[in-house]
């Protein structure tokens, strides 16, 4: 799903919103989440998942071309982890697949 996929559904689901409406709705949303990344927040959605930052030591790496060795420095990366309620629907999804796949 992408974004305007997002936002398509959401103005299909809610009749009231235009195409519009929804696109600012989505991208405030995800302007929000973003800006509370960068400042180093944490964002839990109950029964969806939470969102944080995790920190990636130094460590030494290898140019590939020439093989030397060099220190690939210390960066932070934006972190999900998944609720339960999302965890078992896909793991739900995962079955039901798996049973069409067997079946073919």
Do not use: C, W, Y
């Amino acid at each position: 799903m992408t974004r305007s996929d997002l936002v398509a559904r959401l103005a299909e689901r809610f009749g009231q919103l235009t195409q519009r409406d929804a696109e600012f709705a989505v991208k405030t949303i995800l302007d929000a989440m973003s800006e509370a990344l960068a400042k180093g927040h944490r964002i839990e959605i109950r029964g969806f998942g939470s969102f944080s930052i995790n920190r990636r030591p130094p460590r030494m790496g290898r140019n590939p071309r020439s093989g030397e060795q060099v220190l690939i420095p210390e960066k932070l990366v934006p972190h999900f982890k998944p609720g339960k309620a999302l965890r078992e629907g896909v793991d739900k999804v995962d079955t039901v697949v798996q049973q069409d796949t067997l079946k073919s």
